[in-house]
Nanobody, 119 residues
Framework: QVQLVESGGGLVQPGGSLRLSCVGS????????MAWYRQAPGKQRELVAG???????NYADSVKGRFTISRDSAKNTVYLQMDSLKPEDTAVYYC?????????????WGQGTQVTVSS
């Protein structure tokens, strides 16, 4: 099993910054399979940032140039640095780990952390 715990959310003014953290425990084989998603009220959950199989990073168009995903494999932790925040970034942010096995892919989710961008 895998457990994910996010932290770092909160209320921030437009233009401000936040750094989210996600600590994983359990059977985490590769931190490359970690990603950040978000879900705003009334909208579907969407991918915000993740790692590719070539160990590069990919971002939603709406956050490119403002958000940065990184990881510390020794700490089983993935981060999301969010700069120049906008009100439309308001959402619950979730960490996800994808485990690939003989039975296919299993997704594990954290409980989410609320990010509110408002003046």
């Amino acid at each position: 099993q895998v457990q994910l715990v996010e932290s770092g959310g909160g209320l921030v003014q437009p233009g401000g910054s936040l750094r989210l953290s996600c600590v994983g425990s359990g059977r985490i084989i590769s931190m490359i399979n970690m990603a950040w998603y978000r879900q705003a009220p009334g909208k579907q959950r969407e991918l915000v940032a993740g790692f590719t199989t070539q160990d590069t990073t990919n971002y939603a168009d709406s956050v490119k140039g403002r958000f940065t995903i990184s990881r510390d494999s020794a700490k089983n932790t993935v981060y999301l640095q969010m700069d120049s925040l906008k009100p439309e970034d308001t959402a619950v942010y979730y960490c996800k780990y994808a485990r690939y096995g003989l039975d296919g892919r299993t997704d594990y989710w954290g409980q989410g952390t609320q990010v509110t961008v408002s003046s």
